[in-house]
C-alpha cells in the first residue's frame, strides 16, 4: 500500500521520517497539564449533564479482554451493549462491543440487526510481541469472522529504538489487512512511551500511517488514559485535518470509571477539537466498568434518587 500522498517524502527513508517526527513542536508539559487540569473543572448544567451522559453511554466500546472470558460471558456484554437499561427502553445504545478475535463471531451474533459494532483487538494484543505475519494473520482472523473494528498494538520497542519507519509500515499492513470492512484504531500504550513528546511522535505517525482512530491504551498497563495524554492527542488530530483534511478518531482507554471522568473527556474533545468529534464515529471511550456508572446517574436524574446495588449488572 503506497503512503499518504501528503507524506509520501517523509516515509520515504527511516532518516527522513526522524527528522519530520523530531521536528515537531516540542510539548509543554506544564502547559498541557495545566490546560488538561482546568478544563476538568468546568461545570455544567444539569440539562447538559443528561445530554453529556447520554453521549458517553453511546461512545462505549464496551469491553472484555481476559483470559477467562467465555462465550456467555461475550454473549452478555453483547446483550447489555445493545440494551443497556433493560428497565429504560430510551437508554442509548453502546457504540461497539470489544473482545479477542475468537470471540468476535460470538459478539457479532449477540449485536445482529442493530447498529453496534463488535471491534477486536488484534496484533499480539496486549504486548505486540510477535512476527508480522502472525499480526496480520491475526488481523485477517478477526475480520473475516466479522470484526468492524480492529485495535491493533504498535511495536513500541520499535518505537522507543528510534525504528519509526518499521512501526509505520506495521500499521500500513495492518489497515491493507483491515480491507474495506474495519476501521483500524491504533493503540500507543502511552503509559509505555514515557514523555509527551513521543506520545505527539507516535499520534503523528500513526494518523500518517492511515490509523482511523488513535488511542492511548490497552487498559493493561499501570498508566493508560490521562486527561493530558488525550488532550495531546486531541491536538494532533486537529492539526492533521488542518493540514491535511483527513479526520481521525481519537480513542482514550483504561482507568475511566465515571461519570464525572467521561464528562471531563468530553470537555476536552469540544473545546479542544471541536463539536465534530463528539459523535461515536469519532470519540469513543474503552471501558468495562464506566457504563453501570453512567446508568446509575442517568437513574438518578430521572428519578432523584440512587438505584440499589441492583440495578445494573456486574460485567
Given at each position: 500500500m503506497p503512503p499518504a500522498p501528503a507524506f509520501a517524502d517523509v516515509t520515504a527513508s527511516d532518516s527522513t521520517l526522524r527528522r519530520f517526527l523530531h521536528g515537531l513542536p516540542g510539548v509543554d508539559t506544564v502547559g498541557l497539564e495545566a490546560r488538561a487540569a482546568s478544563l476538568g473543572?468546568?461545570?455544567?448544567?444539569?440539562?447538559?449533564?443528561?445530554?453529556?451522559?447520554?453521549?458517553?453511554?453511546?461512545?462505549?466500546?464496551?469491553?472484555?479482554l481476559e483470559g477467562a472470558d467465555t462465550p456467555g460471558k461475550v454473549r452478555a456484554l453483547a446483550a447489555k451493549a445493545v440494551n443497556p437499561d433493560p428497565t429504560d427502553r430510551t437508554t442509548p445504545r453502546t457504540a461497539a462491543v470489544c473482545v479477542y478475535p475468537d470471540?468476535?463471531?460470538?459478539?457479532?451474533?449477540?449485536?445482529?440487526?442493530?447498529?453496534?459494532?463488535?471491534?477486536?483487538?488484534?496484533?499480539?494484543?496486549?504486548?505486540?510481541?510477535?512476527?508480522?505475519?502472525?499480526?496480520?494473520?491475526?488481523?485477517?482472523?478477526?475480520?473475516a469472522a466479522g470484526a468492524d473494528e480492529i485495535d491493533m498494538v504498535i511495536d513500541r520497542g520499535a518505537f522507543l529504538a528510534g525504528h519509526y519507519l518499521k512501526v509505520y509500515?506495521?500499521?500500513?499492513?495492518?489497515?491493507?489487512?483491515?480491507?474495506?470492512?474495519?476501521?483500524?484504531k491504533v493503540i500507543f500504550e502511552t503509559g509505555e512511551l514515557s514523555t509527551y513528546d513521543n506520545i505527539r511522535r507516535a499520534s503523528w505517525l500513526g494518523m500518517i500511517a492511515g490509523a482511523d482512530f488513535i488511542k492511548t491504551s490497552t487498559g493493561k498497563v499501570g498508566v493508560n488514559a490521562t486527561p493530558a495524554n488525550t488532550l495531546l492527542m486531541l491536538e494532533a488530530v486537529r492539526d492533521f485535518r488542518a493540514q491535511t483534511g483527513v479526520q481521525v478518531g481519537?480513542?482514550?482507554?483504561?482507568?475511566?470509571?465515571?461519570?464525572?471522568?467521561?464528562?471531563?473527556?468530553?470537555?476536552?474533545?469540544?473545546?479542544?477539537?471541536?463539536?465534530?468529534?463528539?459523535?461515536?464515529?469519532?470519540?469513543?471511550?474503552?471501558?468495562?466498568?464506566?457504563?453501570?456508572?453512567?446508568?446509575?446517574?442517568?437513574?438518578?436524574?430521572?428519578?432523584?434518587?440512587?438505584?440499589?446495588?441492583?440495578?445494573v449488572t456486574v460485567d
Open positions: 473543572t468546568r461545570s455544567i448544567k444539569t440539562t447538559a449533564k443528561a445530554y453529556a451522559i447520554d453521549l458517553a453511554i453511546s461512545m462505549i466500546d464496551l469491553t472484555t470471540m468476535v463471531a460470538t459478539a457479532k451474533a449477540g449485536v445482529a440487526g442493530t447498529d453496534v459494532k463488535v471491534a477486536s483487538v488484534a496484533t499480539a494484543f496486549p504486548a505486540g510481541r510477535a512476527a508480522l505475519d502472525v499480526k496480520l494473520a491475526d488481523t485477517r482472523d478477526a475480520v509500515e506495521e500499521i500500513r499492513a495492518v489497515k491493507e489487512a483491515c480491507g474495506e470492512q474495519a476501521r483500524l481519537v480513542k482514550p482507554a483504561g482507568g475511566i470509571r465515571t461519570t464525572k471522568d467521561a464528562i471531563k473527556f468530553l470537555v476536552l474533545v469540544n473545546e479542544t477539537a471541536g463539536e465534530d468529534w463528539l459523535d461515536n464515529h469519532w470519540f469513543r471511550f474503552g471501558a468495562s466498568s464506566l457504563l453501570n456508572d453512567l446508568l446509575m446517574q442517568r437513574q438518578k436524574l430521572a428519578t432523584g434518587r440512587y438505584s440499589g446495588p441492583d440495578y
